[in-house]
């Protein structure tokens, strides 16, 4: 349940980063834009997020491999 949600989590940010980056033609306001709604640039919420969904993924992992050794 944790991994699922920390990959929701970090694909939701994902995106908001990606959509200010290909919706606001403006920089001064897309970076208004990116420090309201991702407290950060655009590009540090997207590594950050990557990082949190490989982490999401290899729990994920680990998870079913746990499961399969305790059947």
């Keep these: 349940m944790a991994a ?3 990959l929701l989590m970090a694909t939701g940010r994902i995106g908001i980063s990606v959509y200010i980056i290909t919706s606001v033609p403006n920089a001064d306001e897309a970076r208004a834009w990116a420090a309201r ?3 950060q ?3 540090q919420a997207i590594d950050q997020a990557a990082m949190v969904a490989a982490c999401a993924i ?3 992992i680990l998870v079913e491999i ?3 050794v305790r059947r």
């Design 66 to 68: 746990s499961r399969a």
């Design 37 to 39: 709604y991702l407290g």
């Design 4 to 6: 699922w949600l920390a």
């Design 58 to 60: 290899a729990l994920g």
């Design 41 to 43: 640039a655009p590009a």
